[in-house]
């Protein structure tokens, strides 16, 4: 698999289950090594140096993984402050959020109590926040309402001139309007490499 992503744009990763889009998210995090060849990531590799490769990067998994006790703001502060946010900035970036992604009236909400929409959404604020200037989001919109899905469309579309985004999806439409490349896997294949026109 010979799979290289560029600054600054969105590369969206489709295929059908067991393709191996998940797989190349585990080998580019340094989740898992691969069993022969490198993957490198701002020039470290993942196996090896996994935590200099990291340091930029941020994933968001397909299970969402929150603090059962903080609330909606407090997850996204605890993870601004994580990835490197001041503390003077981090109101605003949490506000920024919210608002593209539709949540500010859930902000005082424990994670436990939202739908299961609004729970995939906070994920894919958790991750966007901060300094995080790669972001890997496995089907960041996998259960989502078309509403929720357009206001992930768009916050993706506002971010994606500050960040380096690689996303999965099985959603033809979804990786034609967000890919500035798609890249159709299967069996851990490359069969296509391109734009979306």
């Not at 196996?47 to 340091?55: F, I, L, M, V």
């Not at 729970?119 to 966007?128: D, F, G, Q, T, V």
């Amino acid at each position: 698999l010979n799979l290289e992503i560029f600054q600054n744009e969105v590369t969206v990763l489709l295929g059908k289950n067991g393709a191996g889009k998940t797989t190349t998210m585990n080998l580019i995090t340094g989740i898992c090594s691969p069993t022969k060849g490198h993957v490198y990531v701002n020039g470290y590799d993942s196996s090896t140096q996994t935590s200099y490769a990291r340091e930029t990067m941020f994933l968001c998994p397909q299970d969402n993984i929150f603090i059962r006790e903080f609330t909606v703001y407090e997850q996204l502060k605890f993870f601004a402050q994580l990835k490197g946010r001041f503390e003077e900035s981090i109101g605003d970036d949490v506000g920024k959020m919210l608002r593209l992604l539709e949540m500010e009236q859930f902000i005082n909400h424990l994670p436990h109590k939202l739908s299961g929409g609004t729970k995939r959404k906070l994920a894919l604020a958790i991750s966007l926040i901060g300094r995080s200037s790669i972001v890997i989001l496995d089907e960041p919109t996998s259960g989502l309402d078309p509403n929720s899905c357009r206001a992930v469309w768009n916050t993706l579309t506002t971010l994606r001139k500050d960040k380096t985004i690689l996303f999965t999806t099985h959603n033809m439409e979804e990786a034609d309007y967000l890919g500035n490349r798609i890249i159709i896997l299967n069996n851990g294949t490359i069969k296509y490499d391109g734009t979306p026109d």
